[in-house]
Structures are given as C-alpha cells and as structure tokens.
C-alpha cells in the first residue's frame, strides 16, 4: 500500500497494483485553517509558530453584500484596527496592524494575492467571492521574512482553486441597504434668541421681517441677538416666518447595494480551474452625490506540464465606476454643520435654481451643497489588472522549487467638469461659485459668473511588478536517514524584486463659454497642472533555517536584506535578522 499525504487535504491509502495511479487528494478546509504559510515561508502548522498568523477561512468571511475585502474583515482580526474609512461605496479600509510604522508610509499593510504582492489596487477592489482564505501578520515576523515593505504588517489572499469532482457551477445575487444612523436623535436647536416682534416673527436690524429673497435665493438682511447677555435665552420656536429643518433628513438617504456573481470551477486529471465574474453596485449614502459600480473577473487556472512541475495563472481584471462627487462626504457635513436651522437647502429661486449661498443670516460658512451637486459632475473610471504566474517543482519530497511572477497595473481616468454659472443671480450677488468650495480639486478662481466653468482631466497611471523565487530543503531525520530522532530541518533560500513606476498627467480648463455643449479646446485658460514620473525598485534575499523535535518544540533562525534605489547610489542593504522558537 501507498500513503499518500498533502498539507491541507484529506490522506489516502491507495494499494499498488503494478498499473500507473493517479491520485487526487480533497481539499480538508479544517485542517487548511490551522495551516499557514505568511510569515513562515512555507506551508506550517499554526501549533509550530512563535508569532501570531491569523487565518480567515471563506466560511468564516461575511456573505454579500459587503462583496468587499477589506471591509469583511472588520472585527475578524484580534488586536488590529480595522474600520471603513466613510459610508462611502468603494472607499479604502483603513487597516492598522502594526500602529503608525512611518510619516510617509503610514498603516498601510503589504497586500499579497497567491505569494505575489500587490501594491497598486486596493483591498476595496478586490472580489470577495474569489477567495478561499486570508491570512494575516502583525507582529515583527512580517517584516523579516517580507523587508521593509511588510513592515506594517502583511495580509494575504488566497485565490478559490478548483476542485475535484463534477464541474461547479454557482450563481448568486444579494441585495441590502445601507445608512448613516443619527443615534439619539443629534440635530440643531429647535429654538432660537433671536430677536422678535409682537408676532413672534424673527426680525433684522431695522426691525423689518426676516424675509427669502426669491431672486437670489438667500436673507438679504440678519437676524439681531446678543450672545453674551444673561438675558439672551434660546426658548423661541422656529414656528412663525423662519422655520426648523432637519439638515440631516435633507441629505441622508438610504443606501442600496446590489451584488451578483458566477463562479464556474472543476479539476480533471493534471488540469483544474476556477473562474469568476461579478459585479457590484452601490448608492452613496448622501443624496445626488453618485454611486458607484465594480465589475470583476476573475480566472485561477493550474496545469502540471510534467512529472513535479506545475504551472498557474491567476489573473483579475477589475473595471470600476464612480460619479461621487464628495466620496467622503466632509464637504457636504461642514456646510450643513455651519449653517442655521432655518436654512432651507430644498429650497430654489425663482429661476428654479439652487443658490450656492443662503447669506450671512445662515451662517457665514454655510454654503449650499445643493449648487454644488446641481453645477458639478465627476466621472472617474478605473481599470485593474492583477496578473501572476506561479512555476513550482517539487522532486521526491525533499526540494522544491517555486518561482513567482506578477504584473499589478491600475489606471484611473478622472474627469470633473463644474458648470458655466452666469445663469445664478446668487453666484454673481455672493460671488460664491462652485469653484469656491469644490469637493474635488479646483483650479479656477473666478471674479465674475463669467469667467467661472472648469473642466479637469487626469490621467493616474501605477505598474508595479513583483518577481520572487525560493528554493526549499526538507529533511527529516527519522525517515529519510532512519535515525531515532524526531528531528525535521526546513531550509530556505529565496530572493524578490520589485519595481514599481508611477505617472500622472493632469489638465485643466477655466473660464468655459456661455453656449453648451463644450469642450476643454473651447475653455478660455487652458494649462497641463502635472506631468510626473516616478519609480521605485528594490531586491532582496531571504535565508531562513528552522529545525522541529516533533511536536514538542522547535527554533528557527535566518535573516532578510533589501537594497532598494530609495536609499541612494552607495548605501548598504537594509538587514532584518529574525528568530523565534516554541514549546509544547
């Protein structure tokens, strides 16, 4: 008979007949979790490590709608700081596992998908449907076995492979919904000190009626209180001429999020495959400000081209669009947040057009984020490729071979395009244009309607590559030397390169003509604001020795050095020596 053993699958007994065999083992997903190889370098049982490496099974990830990575791992992670950085859809997860490592850097974990980095698309793009577990580092083991770019903790996904058996096929759609909730009821003050007349009704200066001015849809005169007298107390309603608004209702809604997914997978003989494809779609929780939409594609394919060797391909495609206008919302909330309660932000002049301020009686920074939503449009659209080839060659059970390449390009196109504003009689009584308070960057600086009206266009190009190979010994003295010692030795050899190139090239229009439609040729001030390059590359070697007396106890010891064209022509290599050991 043949015992036939892999980490992380079920063993079998096979009785040997003279014939050729072939044998395929089942994947034991239990007996996966308690495996790990971040941090380690390879495959090795969670009881053998000094350090902590959590691992998250796809069972234990939380279904759609999240659909997204770094937020499924909100709370599943012990010790770490994971949060959604806004309601946002499509934001960035802010991920602290190590605490604040640098100025320049900051809390941003390594992102590694298959063993191969991934440094150019966020955790938010990736598909959460494609992965079969992530493993996570915080302590200081990911910086000597991954350099200083793991410096801040590393985290890695791992791909949904195929699997033995009949073809699977999986088709899935979720729906849910998502806001922002006011707990306690927070808002304005329902009552005033203004000063009144007999009426009740809230009154200027010169004692007239506090009245909207319908032609540039604000107060043309204030209200009159005294903040500072003991007899100045706030126990007036807004019931008579200036009424109560609830800011929040105004611009807070209820969030849909679509998700729907095909997964079609199978192994057969020296072959196997998992492909995906899916695709989310997202409101934003602030209202007339955008959404959102992601498409993936996702293809995991493993051939053996010989006896021990095997070749992968893993490629993601992600293609996505967002017309957020505030993906973070602070532009909308400090307008709203400085403003009165008796600001009407639904309210429109008699152009049937939203004034972009209401006046000082409203608060001096309590511009409205309506003009800005109705005179600007963003359109950013992005596409990500995640591309790795995985060669591995095991010879009997002693070497292994395994060589990794990857290509990670993320491209964004943004346009932002702000209205030609002649048509508001606010803008030109205010001078209070759209460009004033843009939530996105702005380059026009308007003194009069006419010279307002912008159009940005940037081109935000990041290609990153990542080759690493490493060479493993394993010996154990018990059975391949028939020596009576529980003693295993793992030896491991590895070197990484990495570059990455940046470019960007941002254009910019002002002073837009009074006719529609037109272009950036037809802007009157026309100017590139950047043309940039950057790059960055370094390479490194890994030496890692660890010895194991059975289950009892064992120690390792090895060292990481990288050079990297950060630190100059002439400077020596950064070194991370390592070591740890454990009991029993």
Not at 89 to 107: D, E, K, Y
Not at 299 to 306: D, Q, R, S, Y
Request: glycine share 8%.
């Amino acid at each position: 008979t043949i015992d036939v053993t892999e980490i992380g699958h079920f063993s079998q007994t096979v009785k040997f007949t003279g014939a050729d065999l072939s044998i395929v083992l089942v994947q034991d997903t239990k007996a996966l979790s308690e495996v790990v190889v971040t941090g380690v370098g390879v495959a090795t049982s969670k009881k053998k490590t000094a350090f902590a490496v959590e691992s998250i099974t796809a069972d234990k990830l939380p279904a759609a709608p999240t659909a997204d990575v770094g937020n499924a791992l909100v709370g599943k992670i012990a010790g770490a700081q994971i949060s959604s950085v806004n309601g946002s859809p499509g934001s960035p997860t802010n991920i602290v596992l190590r605490g604040i490592n640098t100025i320049r850097n900051g809390t941003q974990p390594m992102i590694l998908l298959d063993g191969v980095e991934v440094r150019a698309t966020g955790l938010e793009s990736l598909d959460l449907t494609n992965v079969e577990r992530i493993e996570v580092i915080q302590g200081a083991a990911s910086a000597s076995i991954y350099g200083a770019q793991g410096a801040n903790g590393v985290i890695q996904l791992f791909s949904k492979r195929g699997k033995a058996g009949k073809l699977n096929i999986d088709v899935s759609s979720s729906y849910g919904s998502n806001q922002l909730l006011n707990i306690g009821d927070v808002n304005k003050s329902k009552f005033h000190s203004f000063n009144t007349n007999a009426s009740g009704e809230v009154i200027n200066s010169g004692g007239a009626v506090m009245q909207f001015d319908p032609v540039t849809g604000s107060y043309l005169t204030n209200p009159v209180f005294n903040l500072i007298s003991a007899t100045s107390i706030a126990n007036k309603a807004y019931d008579k001429n200036l009424v109560w608004y609830d800011h929040y209702k105004m611009f807070f809604q209820k969030a849909n999020t679509f998700n729907n997914s095909v997964s079609i997978s199978g192994s057969r003989d020296k072959f196997d495959f998992s492909i995906v494809a899916s695709e989310n779609k997202q409101e934003t929780v602030f209202k007339n400000n955008g959404d959102f939409s992601r498409r993936n594609f996702s293809a995991n394919i493993g051939v053996e081209l010989a006896k021990g060797l095997r070749l992968r391909s893993t490629t993601q495609i992600v293609s996505t669009k967002s017309t957020q206008l505030d993906p973070t919302g602070r532009n909308m909330f400090y307008a709203i947040n400085n403003s009165r309660p008796f600001a009407n932000y639904e309210q429109r002049d008699e152009a049937g057009l939203h004034s972009p301020y209401f006046g000082d009686a409203t608060g001096v920074n309590g511009y409205n984020f309506n003009y800005i939503t109705e005179n600007a449009k963003v359109k950013d659209l992005t596409v990500d490729v995640v591309q790795s080839f995985n060669l591995n060659y095991k010879f009997k059970k002693f070497f292994e071979f395994d060589a990794k390449y990857g290509l990670n390009r993320s491209a964004l196109n943004s346009r932002y395009q702000i209205a030609e504003q002649s048509k508001s009689e606010g803008a030109a009584f205010w001078e209070y244009w759209a460009e004033y308070y843009s939530p996105r960057n702005s380059y026009g600086v308007p003194t009069q309607s006419s010279e307002s009206g912008e159009i940005n266009q940037g081109d935000y190009i990041t290609l990153f590559q990542n080759l690493n190979a490493q060479a493993t010994i394993r010996l154990n003295f018990q059975e391949d030397f028939k020596i009576n010692i529980p003693l295993q030795s793992t030896t491991l050899v590895g070197w990484d390169y990495r570059k990455r190139n940046y470019t960007e090239f941002v254009t910019y229009g002002t002073d837009a003509p009074d006719f529609t439609p037109y272009n950036a040729t037809n802007m009157g001030n026309f100017k590139v604001a950047s043309d940039y390059v950057e790059n960055f590359t370094t390479y490194g070697f890994l030496i890692n020795q660890r010895f194991d007396w059975g289950e009892i106890g064992g120690i390792s010891a090895g060292l990481r050095s990288d050079y990297s064209s950060a630190f100059g022509g002439g400077s020596k290599p950064f070194t991370f020596p390592r070591g740890d050991a454990f009991i029993r």
